[in-house]
Nanobody, 124 residues
């Protein structure tokens, strides 16, 4: 049984930083990619950052490039998202996801496993 558990969300002011962490448990050895996606009220779920498990190649949404960094610790089975210079438009529920369905499109919200989500709220 696979389980993804996120932590690190919260409420901050614009310009502050947060670090989200996702702990994975279960049969993780076949996963090819992991990602962080977010969904704001009334909006579609969108990819924020993704990483190939074996090569470490990373992908970012244009809106977060230069501010967010995704990192993977294979030994600990964790994937983190460092978020700097947060803006009100970053406010959303953030989800950790694993086992992307299309390796060529890891930013698409098509993953086999999802965490329960952690709320990030940024005030101006």
């Amino acid at each position: 049984q696979v389980q993804l558990v996120e932590s690190g969300g919260g409420s901050v002011q614009a310009g502050w930083s947060l670090r989200l962490s996702c702990a994975a448990a279960g049969n993780t050895f076949r996963w090819r990619c992991m990602g962080w996606l977010r969904q704001a009220p009334g909006k579609k779920r969108e990819g924020v950052a993704a990483i190939y498990v074996f090569s470490g190649k990373t992908f970012y949404a244009d809106s977060v490039k230069g501010r967010f960094t995704i990192s993977l610790d294979n030994a600990k089975n964790t994937v983190d998202l460092q978020m700097n210079s947060l803006q009100p438009e970053d406010t959303a529920m953030y989800y950790c996801a694993a086992d992307c369905r299309d390796l060529s499109s890891p930013m698409n919200p098509a993953y086999g496993y999802w965490g329960q989500g952690t709320q990030v709220t940024v005030s101006s």
